[in-house]
């Protein structure tokens, strides 16, 4: 199996460490927030709020990523139903015949924080993935300015 390509924008970001080609032909994604679709639970919709905008303020959520970005909420609200469930019931249940064994809660908690940190990776957050990018200051000369329709510098 081949590794995933890393998205172009996170390349970008990165300064190419690969020094691979950046495709230039890549369809455009606009940062936006897209309409949430009906099937998220009540929690993901919470979630859903609550990081769209950080998620569109840093470029990395466009109506295409809307399907990912609403697995990555549902999730959320998954694993905090399932936190609700296991601290309501306990880390160990015993069974009729005098077993204790793991609430099956964990293994819904473990499965959920695996999917959290793959969609994590895709998206960009988490802390290896950040500590690979770098941004760079641009300076914004005053012919950049003047395109950009700020004011201009007086001498």
């Not at 802390?127 to 690979?132: F, G, N, V, Y």
């Not at 990018?133 to 510098?153: A, H, M, N, T």
Request: glycine share 6%; with cysteine.
């Amino acid at each position: 199996m081949s590794k995933r390509p890393t998205p172009t924008y996170l390349k970008i970001v990165r300064g190419n460490p690969g020094k691979r080609p950046i495709n230039r032909a890549e369809p455009p994604a606009p940062p936006a927030i897209p309409e949430p679709p009906a099937w998220l639970c009540a929690a993901a919709l919470v979630e859903w709020e609550r990081h769209a905008p950080r998620f569109k303020d840093s470029g990395i959520l466009s109506h295409l990523d809307r399907d990912a970005f609403a697995n990555y909420c549902q999730a959320l609200g998954r694993l905090a139903e399932a936190e609700g469930e296991l601290a309501k019931s306990g880390l160990t249940y015993t069974t009729p015949s005098g077993f204790v064994r793991p609430s099956p809660w964990l293994k819904i908690i473990h499965e959920t924080v695996n999917v959290i940190t793959r969609l994590q990776v895709e998206f960009g957050l988490t802390p290896s993935a950040r500590s690979r990018i770098k941004v760079e200051s641009k300076e914004i000369d005053e012919f950049d300015r003047y395109l950009q329709g700020g004011p201009r510098r007086v001498t």
